[in-house]
T-cell receptor
Framework: ETGVTQTPRHLVMGMTNKKSLKCEQHLGHNAMYWYKQSAKKPLELMFVYNFKEQTENNSVPSRFSPECPNSSHLFLHLHTLQPEDSALYLC????????????FGAGSRLTVL | AQKVTQAQTEISVVEKEDVTLDCVYETRDTTYYLFWYKQPPSGELVFLIRRNSFDEQNEISGRYSWNFQKSTSSFNFTITASQVVDSAVYFCALSEAFDGNKLVFGAGTILRVKS
């Protein structure tokens, strides 16, 4: 499989649930990102990992917990979310020679009830 | 601070019409990159073009063309002879040349092409 793959594509959860979003890339990239896309708002950068180390946390609430076990996988663990957290969560990766070009996955559509 | 403004929230055109999507940016950096991405209904953002701040040459790729004007801080995108498959959300973005982590997106323009 090529590109950036995100699972699940759709997720509905209650405010007390714990769930995780998964992102996988087979492009040999060293940087991975989580973005949040809410209706009528610009894409918001959440987290950045470079070589498995978190290098950016854009003041994201602690109910979102990222994990990057290796350069190919990125998770976003979710717990006690709020309805306003409902959004499309996009994962992206970037290679060292890609001159800042991000490759995006198709996103995980999250609905918090 | 960096900022990207896409003033057109939504544009509707009829197939075969030409359409221009506007993008205006703000940055204090002298070296930066500008991008356009397309987001079809499937969700993933598809990279279209990257332009660095030192290259003001316009670019054409098939029916797509881009007009970079540093004097007006604009990086507009024109689709010639639009097609229904061009219907998508289009995002303009800006990043520092030396920090690829800080990619700032505009709010996006929804393009609807009707047959």
């Amino acid at each position: 499989e090529t590109g950036v793959t995100q699972t699940p594509r759709h997720l509905v959860m209650g405010m007390t649930n714990k769930k995780s979003l998964k992102c996988e890339q087979h492009l040999g990239h060293n940087a991975m990102y989580w973005y949040k896309q809410s209706a009528k708002k610009p894409l918001e950068l959440m987290f950045v990992y470079n070589f498995k180390e978190q290098t950016e946390n854009n003041s994201v609430p602690s109910r979102f917990s990222p994990e990057c076990p290796n350069s190919s996988h990125l998770f976003l663990h979710l717990h006690t979310l709020q309805p306003e957290d409902s959004a499309l969560y996009l994962c992206a990766s970037r290679g060292g020679s890609g001159a800042n070009v991000l490759t995006f996955g198709a996103g995980s559509r999250l609905t918090v009830l | 601070a960096q900022k990207v403004t896409q003033a057109q929230t939504e544009i509707s055109v009829v197939e075969k019409e030409d359409v221009t999507l506007d993008c205006v940016y703000e940055t204090r950096d002298t070296t930066y990159y500008l991008f356009w991405y397309k987001q079809p209904p499937s969700g993933e953002l598809v990279f279209l073009i990257r332009r660095n701040s030192f290259d003001e040459q316009n670019e054409i790729s098939g029916r797509y063309s881009w007009n970079f004007q540093k004097s007006t801080s604009s990086f507009n995108f024109t689709i010639t002879a639009s097609q229904v498959v061009d219907s998508a959300v289009y995002f303009c973005a800006l990043s520092e040349a030396f920090d690829g982590n800080k990619l700032v997106f505009g709010a996006g323009t929804i393009l609807r092409v009707k047959s």
